[in-house]
């Protein structure tokens, strides 16, 4: 076989290794992405931290996003808090603005 197809085929093979390469090394991780609530559960906690200083949230649930006007959403989230024996459910309802991503209201209703 000639020198010069070894010599391309050689070139071929390392581009493709040096190409899969930096895809394995440089891959979008999901695991690493945040979902899009994220930002608003760690606020729905940090504000339920403040409103109920002595207790400790044990369990944490992205109920959902829902559509409270034609600018605003609402996302809800259901924390579960326990101080000393009594463990309850809150739901933490944050509505802000779409476009701006401006709270508008946060919302607590305790449940048994």
């Known amino acids: 076989m000639p020198a010069f197809v070894t010599s391309l085929f050689a070139r071929r093979v390392l581009t493709t ?23 608003w559960g760690r606020l ?7 409103k109920y200083p002595h207790a400790q949230i044990v369990d944490y649930l992205h109920v959902g996003r829902t559509a409270k006007t034609p600018t605003t959403s609402e996302e809800t989230f259901k924390l579960l808090l326990q101080e000393g024996n009594r463990r309850w ?10 476009q701006t991503e401006h709270v ?9």
Do not use: G, R, W
Request: aromatic content about 14%; charged content about 15%.
């Open 17 to 39: 290794l040096l190409a899969s390469l930096l895809l394995f090394f440089f891959q979008y991780d999901p695991a690493c992405a945040q979902p899009p609530y994220a930002k």
């Open 44 to 50: 729905a906690m940090q504000e339920t931290m403040k």
């Open 89 to 98: 459910a809150l739901l933490v309802h944050i509505e802000f603005e779409n």
């Open 104 to 112: 508008v209201q946060i919302t607590f209703e305790e449940s048994a």
